[in-house]
């Protein structure tokens, strides 16, 4: 059965020149907006993530101190700040930091980390220190702190954060495979990048639809870095790069 064949819109799929001249690698204009646009939205989320945290000092300060009020100012920083890291990996995705600038590459990859240290270390530490809390608000409090203190903590961070260096180095892989294209075809679950739309791994009956578009379109996508290796091995006996 012909599965249908969805072809990535924005970006060109390049000749291996193009990629060579360009060192370090070139992000598209139309992926720099993107990325602009997805990193402005991440900051408003993340000083509203702040904010909150600062009434919820404020709420810690006052006596009688309203736990209902404090829980759901957590709950609210929480949120923020898992929605601005999620949108500001993906636009490190869209437009990747080098890896010649060790200091801004970390910054960059890992700010949602920070932020969320920012945002839930101050405001546990005033919650098990406050002596105006019992042992069992300080308890819940703190534990729902210390909760969301991780869970933002471990959204924020990028165990694989992408690079310049890292698009260039897969994107002239795939041409040296594919005769000089970066054209590589995937589908909304899969995990690899393939060269060929009709690899047994992708063309099955349970899939429908298979996406068309260039190595950094899979990485911004669907956050895929690795090339099949059946693909690469029947490209590689193509060529005659190993034997049959």
């Not at 300060?61 to 601005?84: C, D, E, M, S, Y």
């Not at 240290?117 to 608000?137: R, W």
């Not at 300080?138 to 471990?154: C, F, P, Q, R, S």
């Not at 054209?183 to 639809?209: A, M």
Request: glycine share 6%; proline share 2%.
């Amino acid at each position: 059965m012909a599965k249908k064949i969805t072809r990535v819109g924005g970006g060109e799929t390049t000749s291996a020149s193009t990629v060579k001249d360009a060192t370090p690698f070139m992000v598209t204009e139309e992926s720099k907006g993107k990325a602009r646009n997805l990193r402005i939205i991440a900051v408003i989320s993340w000083i509203v993530a702040i904010g909150a945290e600062v009434l919820a000092i404020l709420v810690l300060r006052k006596v009688p101190v309203n736990t209902t009020w404090l829980i759901l100012l957590i709950i609210a920083a929480l949120i923020f700040a898992v929605i601005g890291s999620l949108l500001w990996k993906k636009s490190n995705r869209l437009d990747p930091a080098s890896e010649k600038d060790k200091v801004k590459f970390f910054i960059q990859n890992q700010l949602g980390l920070i932020i969320s240290i920012i945002a839930f270390l101050p405001l546990v530490i005033l919650i098990f220190t406050n002596k105006d809390l019992s042992g069992k608000q300080k308890g819940l409090v703190g534990t729902i702190a210390v909760i969301a203190l991780a869970i933002a903590g471990l959204t924020g961070i990028d165990f694989n954060p992408p690079s310049q260096e890292q698009y260039l180095e897969q994107t002239q892989q795939v041409e040296s495979l594919n005769n000089g294209l970066n054209l590589v075809y995937w589908t909304k679950s899969g995990r690899s990048y393939h060269l060929y739309q009709d690899c047994s791994y992708i063309n099955t009956d349970r899939t429908d639809e298979i996406f068309e578009g260039t190595v950094a379109q899979a990485r911004e996508l669907k956050n895929i870095t690795d090339l099949c290796d059946r693909c690469e091995n029947r490209a590689k006996k193509e060529q005659g790069l190993v034997e049959e």
